[in-house]
């Protein structure tokens, strides 16, 4: 048989490729709108397939995932695979002028990667405007076949995505902000599996219902797909054991609440092994800044216990208070990554670069900003905010084209001031498309500072293209001195999105293994916005398999 004949039937056979043991993955994303009513209002949305959330895609590890999206929408689309490595397949990591042009109305593009050395719990969402509100969904990357998970296996396994929901227009709510300079509109309500549950008013709502079975054992895939809010999850009466947080996994730890920024997931286990019944799922907000508005409404699903009766009464569980840190904060320190024989830890011990990041917010002049009384909000890195280019920067880096972005992303803050007090003078920002350039295979230490400026935030920040391993934490402002020595070089917790502390800092490593250009930006969809993000450059190595393979040949053009 020729290999094209081998091609088309390896397709063909492919099509339910859990069912069939298949190297390669194709799935088909049709981008259309629907009409969907929740809280009693009907809109009309962006999906994936028509679903909300949008389909999952299983694969396992070291499979070839293809998936074609077609875009039959009147915006601008592409998707990311948030947390897929994507080792030197840049091409089909997604984020909109940054690897790729997006895809414009009645295109399509096969998106093409493979999921090396990765297993777990992923998320896929749109990376332009902020459609990825409703065009979000599961990515779960079984383990190689007949390979174990380093925990008892579960009976069965549940996808829960955590989401936020506005009555009107995602897209007018930034667009109407973005002209008064002001903060959007904040959501709705929360969703779980697409529902609020027994929040709102309209009786028509229904919660996600999960049912059980007494004795069994769950494993959860919980991912927050929220654009803006980092969100509790428990479960009236129920312990969860946390065993892989962002697709790796974790030495397991049992608690009653977990917390989880948007972009991050997490795998718990739950036992079904209390009396029959039904019990509360909660998923409420998470902000300890005393200043920022946040949607404060619980998402409720229910745990239904195979043989309860319908109409028996639900125990319940109230969640935290919005400004839970002591909570948050037992969660994010009890993670470690498992660091076993068959999952070493493997931390870069020495450094090539020690970056310091400011991360936070800034405040510009707006001639056009009347709600703003002439200025608008703004959000940094190192005191540059981001401004989106309009040829992708992969290929401006690969094509060599110049005048697209520079490489003088500052390593330090431009000004040294006490980041989490008083804020300094003068809070405006410089607007650039600038990257930092990292040559191939070397260590990054990198510490994101919060800034107190206009109020100390949280902030999930994400970097594409690596994961990397969460070595320090602290409140106030990072001292070198002091503060390496505490730094957990042994089991830290590897992740692709970590929550900068409120009025604090946390410091990462990773490896530059991976040439191509990597975005990282606060993945707080409104800080994205306002220009909280940058860019890595990474560079070729020498070796055969060193360098960024060329583009496809169906690459959008801008
Ligand atoms: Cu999940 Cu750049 O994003």
């Known amino acids: ?21 298949c190297r390669v993955r194709n799935y088909k994303f049709n981008v259309v709108l629907r009409n969907k009513t929740k809280l009693c209002s009907t809109k009309s949305i962006v999906t994936v397939n028509g679903k909300f959330p949008g389909p999952t ?15 039959h929408v009147s915006y601008n689309v592409s998707i990311h695979w948030h947390g897929v490595r994507q080792l030197r397949t840049g091409w089909a990591d997604g984020p909109a002028y940054i690897t790729q042009c997006p895809i ?3 295109q399509s593009y096969v998106y093409n990667f493979t999921l090396t050395g990765q297993r ?91 049912p059980v079975q007494s004795g069994n054992t769950y494993l959860l895939r919980i991912i927050n797909a929220a654009l803006n809010e980092e969100l509790f999850f428990k479960i009236a009466g129920h312990t969860l054991t946390i065993v892989e947080v962002d697709a790796t996994y974790v030495k397991p730890v049992k ?3 977990i917390v989880i920024a948007p972009g991050q997931t997490t795998n718990v286990l739950v036992t079904a092994n209390q009396n029959s019944g039904k019990y509360l799922v909660a998923a409420s907000p998470f902000m300890d800044s005393p200043n920022i508005t946040v949607d404060n409404k619980t998402a409720t699903a229910t745990l239904h216990y195979s043989g309860t009766l319908a109409n028996s009464p639900t125990t319940l569980t109230l969640p935290p208070p919005q400004n839970a840190t002591a909570v948050a904060n037992k969660f994010i320190t009890s993670l470690r990554s498992l660091n076993s024989k068959k999952y070493p830890t493997k931390v870069p011990l020495k450094v090539d670069h020690k970056l310091l990041f400011t991360v936070g917010l800034g405040i510009n002049p707006c001639a056009t900003c009347k ?25 401006a880096h690969f094509f060599n084209i110049s005048g697209v972005f520079t490489t003088d992303f500052p390593g330090r803050p431009p000004h040294v001031f006490n980041y989490t007090g008083t804020p300094p003078s003068v809070l405006q920002t410089n607007n650039g498309t600038k990257a930092y350039k990292l040559s191939y295979n070397s260590s990054v230490e990198l510490v994101l500072q919060d800034t107190g400026i206009i109020a100390p935030e949280n902030h999930p920040v994400h970097l594409h293209g690596f994961n990397f391993f969460a070595v320090g934490r602290g409140l106030g402002n990072y001292n070198p001195k002091t503060d390496r020595k505490s730094f957990n070089l042994v089991d830290p917790v590897e992740r692709n999105t970590i929550g900068v502390p409120t009025g604090g800092w946390v410091a990462i490593r990773f490896l530059a293994d991976n040439p191509g ?19 890595f450059v990474v560079e070729n190595g020498k070796g055969p398999n060193e360098s960024l393979l060329p583009p496809p040949s169906d690459l959008p053009k801008c």
């Open 1 to 21: 048989m020729n290999s094209n004949w081998v091609r088309a039937l390896v397709l063909v056979v492919c099509i339910f490729p859990v069912l069939v043991e």
């Open 57 to 71: 895609l299983y694969a396992r590890e070291d499979d070839t995932v293809l998936v074609k999206v077609v875009n």
């Open 104 to 106: 414009q109305t009645g």
């Open 120 to 210: 777990g719990t992923l998320l896929w969402h749109a990376h332009i405007l902020w459609l990825r509100s409703t065009v979000h969904g599961a990515l779960v990357i079984l383990p190689k076949r007949g390979v174990p998970y380093p925990f008892p296996k579960p009976d069965k396994e549940v996808v829960v995505i955590l989401a936020e929901w506005w009555k009107s227009d995602t897209e007018a709510v930034i667009n109407e902000a973005l002209q008064s300079g002001l903060a959007p509109n904040v959501s709705d309500a929360h969703t779980i599996n697409g529902h609020p549950g027994s929040v709102t008013n309209c009786s028509s709502e229904g919660g996600f219902t999960l």
């Open 255 to 257: 608690l009653d609440t």
């Open 371 to 395: 709600a703003g009384n002439g200025s608008r909000a703004v959000a940094s890195v190192n005191n540059v905010t981001f401004v989106m280019p309009t040829t992708a920067l992969l290929q």
């Open 517 to 535: 250009v990597w975005f990282m930006h606060c993945h707080l969809e409104v800080h994205t916005t306002w220009g909280l993000k940058m860019a």
